[in-house]
């Protein structure tokens, strides 16, 4: 059977009906390619280096500091597990919303208190337990004082001072 006897087996509807089926076909790999290379491994590292890029300013340190956060919901307890001088990670088994701000004052052992504003920046409050080590959240400090900023410094340097001897 040649192409001319197929013609005139289908007819003119049948032809039309093969070429849409082929061009449907056509476009649909298409789509899947740019979908597929999208999800390859470029974007997929893109996407890892997006989310584990490192934007702190100041290196953390890891210490157990306790807490309480006034909030818009009241006075919580909680407690530091990691600080630098623009933000710590705050351990609480109900972080607070994205973005909220709050006055927090942080019991420094060795030195004296201190209070500061804070921002909630990232949470793991939808992270399943299993998943997690500490519930929490990572926060900001978005109003410090010269004389806390020095004392939370010296506090940061004495702490790592102790824990290398």
Request: charged residues 25%; aromatic residues 6%.
């Amino acid at each position: 059977m040649n192409l001319t006897d197929v013609i005139l087996r289908l007819g003119f509807g049948g032809i039309v009906c093969i070429l849409t089926l082929m061009l449907i076909k056509s476009i649909s790999a298409y789509f899947n390619r740019r979908v597929n290379s999208d999800q390859g491994m470029g974007a997929s590292a893109k996407f890892t280096e997006t989310v584990h890029k490192e934007t702190r300013q100041n290196p953390r340190v890891n210490i157990t500091w306790s807490v309480r956060m006034k909030t818009s919901q009241g006075s919580i307890e909680a407690e530091i597990k990691n600080i630098s001088l623009g933000g710590a990670f705050i351990c609480c088994p109900k972080p607070l919303p994205l973005r909220e701000v709050f006055r927090l004052t942080i019991d420094v052992p060795d030195h004296e208190t201190l209070t500061v504003k804070a921002e909630v920046v990232w949470s793991n409050i939808n992270v399943p337990d299993d998943k997690i080590v500490n519930r929490g959240m990572g926060i900001r400090f978005i109003q410090i004082t010269e004389a806390n900023r020095d004392l939370l410094n010296k506090a940061i340097s004495d702490h790592l001072k102790n824990s290398e001897g």
